[in-house]
């Protein structure tokens, strides 16, 4: 039974019917210290963390609390450097922070404190740190298998005074390790990417979150034999339980909910919703739980809304909703101490500058000093640039708490009357509610890869530009140019993701899930791991679908060039809307060449009048394979993609569905470049009859923001909270149409010009995999890309960074 729990939390408190109206003239001090610090991200939310807060290391994903509650320990596993944090709990200072090669989740003290027991990750082992004078010395390890490519990949785990129970991802296990003899005892299978398990309080039941299911496992601790299943929401993960054992609570990072177990009966009692608003659609993300020491109240870290959720869970069953309090980017683990609530914060406090790069130094440099040959310190590449943070706050009480609440509400742009009645205006082309008809019929979706703004229109004078960081101007990109002068500029649009394992997901589902945000970050920093972000892995799916399952569901016409076509058979609905002929991604094939088999398929539907209402196109040769020799140089591969996009926009502006049509083209992600505003600013284009002439656009927009926009044409409801709260670009749409067609600019570029000089440059490139996007190191990328267009010895400037600026609609003109 799913609990009408939503009793508007500001109404409790101020008796007002909008929680974003109330205006209270007594509210503290610190609260007001907040506001007036918030925080704006680039994706449009913003933060106002609570409580104090130390410096951790990238992407913390576990805290634990030592058995007297006198030590902490945080996990850090992010694409840069990895580490354990060993912390004072009653200082609240760094006692240790040691670097680890691979690490992932598990981590947990011995009984007697003298140990720290860690997750190796991919190394396929546990780590054994013992614990003297308040620092962490590497004391052994337990061996599980080979390190990777062995898939193994040991997480979240749990312990006893004589044993380690750990899951495994990778090859979907149990393990029971025996501490004195450092062994393995017993192995049994688990179903779909086990996440983490937690021991009743007698240590005779164990019980294990199925991550890519949707269920808990309850197990026999002594010989791992199977007692119960017990069905829970998509995508469980961390779980508490209480004192007496009687009651376990599961967060689900594929859903915005908790659930409440009866461990005596087996059963869910009771499901908690976490949003900030009933029946939201996906993208609250919770994926941490911790109980009050006198277990009256849950808190829960939403992740992707960047807040705990509060309820008070004293009578079982009858829980109710308290409030939420404010956190830092992407919340991955809470724990209490007494009235201490401590939160990890994934991705820190800011989408901050990076004035010291990207200018990475090749782990091959004689000045590199790293540990681990992927990390390259100070090169604040974007897949290590947000450092994680620990917050530290006293649990507010109840007048601080609805204080706590109300900067949620106003840190969060997703509300169910955005959701219903997006912004707008009257009688554009895009409608202002779900379901009414624009006289745009055909969408058209083109995918790119990896570019920032500065890079390729930095260039473009009327634009918020910086020229010093333009790699591919006007010569080299003159259609992509032509289409940001003619149609619209867009100066000020940000990408949702970090880089293309999430990027993709982004762009097709306005989500990411926590599978995604948590994995991608361990293949990327070269630990190891698969890239199966495109479809090809269940666990990485949003619980309600991508893009063309809601375009289905309502009735609509669907055709993928090349989008998530790896692995059709996990995409029923995509499975038969593929173009087979349209490659995969394949950095050997021209997209020129891509644009004459869409071009000669797209005549062919014309002409019986089949043309798909939505069209997702990939071309993603901007990419570039650096200096790798017997292929096109990084200037040929960019200008390649150049002018397939404009011969695509020539041809269909030269069909008969030209005025009913309307072409979106972004990158999937920033990450292989340089942008003074801000690491997610990227470059987006739109061109359609209905599209609006030499006009320039400052609105801030994202990818989320797009797929709205393209989901208002089609009729359909956003897939998450955050296309939900997203603004419709229809200020770059006329309600006239104008009928006058795009042509293309022909290349300037020689697009056969092939690497061809040996070089340190072409080494390193040809030992990068090109297979998949980003399988290979981008801060390495990056420096090959700048170097191939600036030369050999050319060293990437320092860009100059400002904090993300959000524009008002008074900065608006649509000529300069």
Known sequence: MRSSLYIFLILIFFGCQNPRNVINDLESKETQALRNNRIQLPNGWSLTPAGNSLNLQDLPLNLVVSPSKTLLAVTNNGQSTQSITLIDAQSEQVLDDVTIAKAYLGLAFSPDEKYL???????????????????????????????????????????????????????????????????????????????????????????????????????????????????????????????????????????????????????????????????????????????????????????????????????????????????????????????????????GFSSSPNPDGPNPISSRDPQYKGPNPQVVKGSQYIGGLFKGTLSIFDAPNERLLAEYSKLVYENTPYTKEKELNPEGEKGNPIPMKVGEDSPIKYVFYIIKENRT??????????????????????????????????????DNFYVDAEVSADGHNWSTAAYANDYVEKSWVT?????????????????????????????????????????????????????????????????????????????????????????????????????????RLGLPTTSAMVADNDLAVGMFVEHLSKSSIWEQSVVFILEDDAQNGSDHVD?????????????????????????????RTIELILGLPPMSQYDAAAT???????????????????????????????????????????????????????RIVWQSVKGLNSVMPAPKRSAFLRFSESDEDDDD
Request: proline share 5%; charged share 25%; hydrophobic share 35%.
């Open 117 to 347: 027991y860690a997750s190796g990750g991919n190394d396929n082992k546990i780590l054994i740190y013992k614990i003297i004078d308040k620092k962490l010395i590497l004391d052994g390890e337990i061996v599980l298998d080979e390190p990777w490519p062995v898939k193994v990949s040991p997480a979240g785990l749990c312990v006893t005074d004589k044993y380690i129970y750990v899951v495994s991802k990778e090859n979907n296990s149990l393990y029971k390790l025996n501490i004195e003899s450092k062994s393995i005892e017993t192995r049994i299978d688990l179903p779909a990417e086990p996440y983490t398990c937690i021991l009743s309080p007698d240590k005779s039941t164990l019980y294990v979150s199925i991550w890519g299911g949707a269920s808990i496992w309850v197990l026999d601790s002594q010989d791992l034999s199977f007692k119960s299943a017990i069905e829970t929401d998509k995508n469980p993960n961390d779980m508490v339980l209480t004192k007496d054992g009687k009651h376990l609570f599961v967060s689900h990072g594929n859903d915005n909910t908790v659930s409440l177990i009866d461990t005596e009966s087996l059963t869910r009692i009771e499901i908690l919703s976490c949003s900030l608003y009933p029946d939201a659609p996906l993208g609250s993300t919770p994926n941490g739980v911790a109980l009050s020491d006198d277990e009256h109240t849950l808190y829960i870290a939403n992740a992707d809304n960047n807040c705990l959720a509060v309820f008070d869970v004293e009578i079982k069953g009858k829980s109710r909703p308290l409030g939420f309090i404010p956190t830092g980017w992407y919340p991955t683990a809470v724990k209490t101490i007494g009235n201490k609530i401590y939160l990890t914060n994934g991705k």
């Open 453 to 490: 703004y500065d890079q390729v229109l930095g260039d473009i004078k009327k634009g918020n530009g910086d020229s010093t960081l333009c790699l591919f101007p006007e010569k080299v990109t003159p259609n992509l140019h032509a289409l940001a002068n003619e149609f619209v500029l867009l």
């Open 523 to 627: 293949s990327y920093g070269g630990r190891g791991g698969t890239y199966d972000y495109e479809g090809s892995r269940k666990i990485a799916h949003p619980k309600n679908g991508f893009l063309w399952d809601f375009a289905v569901k309502a009735g609509l016409s669907v055709r993928s060039y090349g989008i998530f076509t790896g692995k059709p058979e996990f995409l029923p609905n995509l499975q038969n809307n593929i173009c087979t002929k349209y490659p995969d991604y394949d950095l050997s094939i021209k997209d020129s060449l891509r644009f004459e088999i869409w071009k000669t398929d797209f005549d062919s539907m014309l002409a019986i009048e089949k043309v798909p209402r939505l069209n997702l196109v990939r071309m993603g040769n901007d990419h570039t394979a650096g200096a």
């Open 679 to 707: 690491a997610h600013r990227s470059t987006a284009y739109v061109a359609g009859g209905f599209v609006k002439r030499n006009y320039v656009d400052h609105t801030p927009y994202s990818t989320s923001g797009m797929l």
């Open 728 to 782: 419709p670009m229809f200020r770059c749409f006329s309600q006239n149409v104008d009928a006058k067609g795009f042509v293309k600019r022909n290349n300037q570029i020689d697009l056969n010009e092939m690497n061809v000089k040996f070089n340190k440059n072409a080494a390193i490139s040809a030992k990068m995999d090109f297979s998949k996007p980003d399988l290979i190191d981008d801060l390495e990328l990056n």
